[in-house]
């Protein structure tokens, strides 16, 4: 994943500033390189404390990175994230087991019902852009542009075993294999409503909340298709064939400037106000996590937010603390 290109990229450019720092550094240069030692080593500007947090399989990538990223600078903070996809991640925020859930959609009206019962007051934080993509196998030379009206009459459950050529005759006369995101997932909710309009998805489709098993599954079949996050499609391209939709191809511009409508999206953060406040090591690592998400998403294959709405998002946080 782009995720380990991004690290890498770190850690050369990190080498590369010792090497430099080695060979020309001044007096004052390494007098402030001791005193930040002595820093390091008192410990001082360092926390301590653990952070829970649950949700979206799909914003996922981004938290990994933001995680591993901020272990380096504060080590002795445990952050801990679960994948049980959106709606799973919301049943823990809501019973108080988390401080923050990843989402790939926005909260329901009952989700916000529940937690307002629960005494939960919340904030959500945008923190990227995605594009829902539709893949194919490598060897599907006949699905690459599909109509909203074609992805209807593939996915919506309509009491048949679907063929290629049910959607188009000229397509191949073999049934459709389905892989889709489980039912907890933000990705599921979105696609069903807008895309399904809220029908039944195909029942013969295999769900699961790993991204990873519906890549696997598509790989393996000629016939077979289904839909996630673009940071997955980008981490297996070589596997897999995107579709494009009404005509338009999912890349960071047609999902940055809304072209690859309707399946471009916004992805959240919901953070508990109240642990924000009681937590100083949660503030610090959200703090952390929006100055760095845009970087993180662009290296793990998401779309950045313009800077001005972190800058929106970070003012949000400190009215908080």
Known sequence: MKKWKYVSLTAVLGSALLLGACAGTSNEEAENSGNSAQQKENGEGQITGSVMGDGSST???ITEALVEEYAAVQPNVQVSVGVSGTGGGFEKFIAGETDFSN??????EE?????????????????????????????????????????????????TKKKWSDIDPSWPDEEIVYYAPGTDSGTFDYFDEIILDGEDLVRSAQLSEDDN????????????????????????????????VNGVEPTNETIENGEYIPLSRSLYV??????????????????????NAGDMAEAVGYVRLPDEKYEEGLKRLEELK
């Open 59 to 61: 914003v996922a990538p």
């Open 103 to 108: 989402a790939s959609r926005d909260i329901k």
């Open 213 to 244: 098993v519906i890549v696997q599954g598509v790989v393996s079949d000629k016939n077979a298709i289904g839909f996630f996050g673009y940071a997955y499609y980008l981490e297996n391209k070589d596997k897999l064939k995107a579709v494009s």
């Open 270 to 291: 919901f953070v508990n106000d109240g642990k924000v406040k009681e937590n100083k090591a949660f503030y610090d690592f959200m703090k952390f996590s929006l100055e």
């Open 111 to 159: 989700e916000a019902a529940a937690l307002k019962d629960a005494g939960i007051e919340y904030t959500k934080f945008e923190i990227a852009y995605d594009g829902i993509t539709v893949v194919v196998n490598s060897e599907n030379d006949w699905a690459t542009d599909l109509t909203i009206d074609q992805l209807k009459k593939i996915w919506i459950e309509d009491g």
